[in-house]
């Protein structure tokens, strides 16, 4: 039976990384920080067009949730869903599998991504927008998991640095769908990893 305390642990969880509490603070931070930037890049043009901050499907849903609350400035949402073929484990070919609904020419387009590792789906996404000429394209990651980065993308904002390899759950990072629910970041226990 689950107790009411909010805090207790999944037993699937090894350790918890980044608490509910210390989340919070950091994602505030993010947005003032954010919003702070956009505001001197655009002045008053912000109001005629806002930024567009694009969330990736579904990892980043709670994030961008928080984020887009904690940026006190004229703000679209749109998402993008990007999958890869193949073993997760390989890089593997990626497919948008759901595109943007609105034209971004000449937008001002924040990329949210809840975690970024080989930087593989990134880089897709900024080759996609790019294309569709933006006025300018910055990134969001709330976690840069450094140790197995492939190809190089400069991250404009990270919540948090994670430089050891571990597989991460919470706070809208899954693992096979699970997880996404927990309101901290933790590593999840090895035996709850079916291979
Ligand atoms: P990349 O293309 O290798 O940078 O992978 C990015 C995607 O892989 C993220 O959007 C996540 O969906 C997933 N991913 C990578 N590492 C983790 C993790 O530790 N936990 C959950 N998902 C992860």
């Known amino acids: 039976m689950l107790h009411d305390g909010a805090h207790r642990m999944h037993h699937d969880i090894e350790r918890i990384l980044f608490t509910e509490s ?3 603070q950091r994602v505030r931070e993010l947005g003032q920080q954010i919003s702070q930037d956009y505001e001197k890049l655009l002045g008053e043009k912000i109001f005629r067009e806002p930024p567009i901050a694009v969330g990736l499907l579904r990892g980043a849903v709670i994030f961008l949730a928080d984020l887009a609350r904690a940026m006190p400035i004229p703000l679209e949402l749109a998402f993008v ?3 890869s073929y193949g073993m997760s484990s390989s890089p ?3 497919r948008v599998v759901k595109d943007l609904e609105v034209p971004v020419a000449g937008r001002h387009i924040l990329i949210v991504e809840d975690i970024v590792d ?3 789906t990134l880089a897709h996404l900024q080759e996609l927008l790019n294309a569709r000429h933006p006025a300018s394209v910055k990134i969001c990651a709330l976690l840069d998991k450094t140790p197995r980065r492939a190809r190089a993308v400069k991250l404009d904002y990270v919540g948090f640095t994670l430089t050891e390899d571990a597989f991460v759950v919470g706070y809208g990072l899954d693992y096979a769908e699970r997880y996404r629910n927990l309101p901290y970041i933790a590593a999840l226990k090895q ?3 079916t291979t």
């Open 92 to 94: 593997g070919e990626l």
């Open 22 to 24: 210390q989340i919070a």
């Open 191 to 193: 035996s709850a990893i």
């Open 118 to 120: 080989t930087g593989q």
């Open 81 to 83: 869903a990007i999958s």
